[in-house]
Structure formats: C-alpha cells, structure tokens
C-alpha cells in the first residue's frame, strides 16, 4: 500500500472519532481589526471568478488571497470567512495530502480553514462565544445556531476533523464528541446540507461507533440516506466503500460502488467536477490497493481487475 493510501486509510479510519477546537480563537480578540481600505466587494467578486476554476490548485490559491483581502478590508464577513475556510479545505485535503514533502502546510492549511469558520460561527451565533469560553458543554454552546449558520458550523466541524487527526489519536479521541454535536447539530436545522453532508459522516461514525465494532445497520442506512439524496457527489460513495464495504467484508459493494465513481462522467455535475476529479482519483487508488481489503478470488467474482 503507498504512503499516500495509507494516510487516507487512517484518516476514513478515525475521522469519525472527532476532534476538538482550542479555546484561542474565541476568547481572545475574536475579529482581528482591519488593516487595509478599499472596495471589499470587488475583492470578494474576483475570488468567487477564480473559485470557479478551482480544478487548478493556482486559481484555489487566487481565490484564497483575493477573499483574504477582502477580509482585512471587513473582517466581520462571515460569509467570506465560510468560502475562505471551505478553499483551505480543498486545497488541504484534495491537493497538499497528496504530496507526501508538503504534511506540515496541510496540517496547517487545515487549521486556517478551522479559524476562519469558528470566527464565521462565533459571529453568527453570538451566545456560542459566551457558553463556550465559560467551558459550557460544546453542544449547548452551539445549540442556538440556526439555518443561517450551518455553513459555518459544517466547515468548521469538516477542517476541525482533518485537522485533529493531524495532531494525532489523543486530540482525536479527546474531543470526539465536539464534532458529533455540530454534525447533529446540521442535521436538525439543515440535513440536506452540501449534499446531505450528515448522513455521509453518519455513515463513517457508525463504522467506529460502538468504538471499533460500530453499527453496520446504522452506517448502511445513513450512507443510503446521503448517496439516495445526492449520487453526484463522488466522496460518499468512496467512503462507504473503504469504510463500509471493506469492514463488513462485501467485495461485490465494493467494487460496484468504485466503478461507480471512476466511470462517472464530470460533466453531467459541472459544478462539482473539481471536488469529483479528485474522488475520481481517490477511488482508483483504493482500486488499486483493493487486495489488501479483500482476496483476489473474491475480487474477481465481484468484477474486479487489479
């Protein structure tokens, strides 16, 4: 298995565990002042230009430092901060963790897109700053988030989950429940959410969850619940495949599932092609790698072809 499988293998592994947020970014000085003037917008207006070319890592570096400018004209918008935070993500998970020299800009990175969502959060949900610095529980510190905040919160719980792997098993492990609560947290206000983004965390949650039995009939269900309500995104299948498929031993599902996302055609979901693009490649990996899941007969019957 290369180096680069063998991080992804552990980060599915344990990602449901959770992870936890440092205390740093809001109860200190929670928006950093201005430090520039000028017309903000036109900065956001050439970030969201060069988002839209995001397949190429240049332009999700453009689109970074153009919404980054915008920002030290009005650090206040959450909204710039949530597209900030969501680019560090991309370009943390699907660009920098596949160059095995660049693993401490990716832990980095992520905990950029971490900051800027939690800003965005604390700023939309004004009563999370003030439980969550009195070391309320977390989930009554998020509880009077609304709709308005989801996106926040769902891009804050998504890098915080990279990010705590990154630190390692014990930060993991100590703030599993943080994650979860934001997850449920998405799922009562927006469950449709990036395309029904809970159930696909729902779905590795329950693979690990009675801690390494899990439940399958709950990960199953969950992961039906997300792939059913949005079969364009490319990432739940890979998931339930590696997670899914490969702890209950069904090669068949597997395979099906693999082929699926290797043979989808970008264009008929243009708007996710650069997301896909990278899952595409995520799912051959895993293709190639499928004999250290499962026998090579059992492969083969299921359609495989190392």
């Not at 552990?10 to 740093?24: I, K, M």
């Not at 000085?29 to 190429?56: I, S």
């Not at 996710?272 to 693009?277: G, I, K, M, Q, S």
Request: net charge positive; aromatic share 12%; with cysteine.
């Amino acid at each position: 298995m290369t180096r680069k499988m063998t991080l992804l293998t552990l980060a599915f592994a344990l990602f449901a565990a959770g992870c936890g947020t440092t205390r740093q970014n809001v109860c200190g000085q929670l928006v950093p002042n201005a430090t520039a003037q000028g017309n903000a917008a036109e900065h956001v207006a050439a970030g969201d230009a060069a988002w839209k070319e995001r397949k190429d890592i240049t332009w999700i570096k453009k689109a970074i430092e153009s919404w980054n400018k915008a920002l030290a004209i009005t650090p206040k918008d959450a909204e710039t901060r949530v597209k900030l935070s969501r680019a560090y993500y991309l370009l943390a998970d699907g660009h920098l963790r596949m160059d095995d020299e660049k693993d401490e800009e990716m832990k980095a990175t992520f905990r950029k897109g971490m900051k800027e969502a939690e800003i965005a959060f604390a700023l939309k949900v004004p009563k999370y700053r003030k439980d969550f610095c009195a070391e309320k529980p977390f989930a009554e510190s998020i509880s009077t988030a609304d709709a308005t905040a989801v996106p926040a919160m769902y891009w804050f719980a998504t890098n915080l989950g990279k990010w705590g792997l990154e630190e390692g098993l014990t930060t993991i492990l100590k703030y599993k429940d943080d994650i979860k609560a934001m997850m449920d947290r998405v799922e009562s206000l927006q469950p449709t959410y990036f395309y029904y983004a809970p159930y696909r965390y729902f779905g590795v949650y329950w693979t690990k969850i009675p801690v390494f039995r899990g439940d399958e009939a709950k990960s199953k269900a969950a992961f039906e619940k997300s792939i059913k309500g949005a079969p364009q995104y490319l990432a739940t299948k890979v998931l339930m495949a590696h997670r899914f498929a490969a702890k209950w031993k069904d090669p068949a599902l597997f395979v099906k599932l693999l082929k699926e996302v290797i043979e989808f055609d970008l264009t008929t979901a243009p708007e996710l092609a650069p997301e896909n693009a990278i899952e595409q490649k995520k799912a051959k990996d895993l293709w190639e790698d499928a004999d250290t899941y499962f026998s090579e007969d059992d492969l083969k019957a299921a359609g495989w072809k190392g």
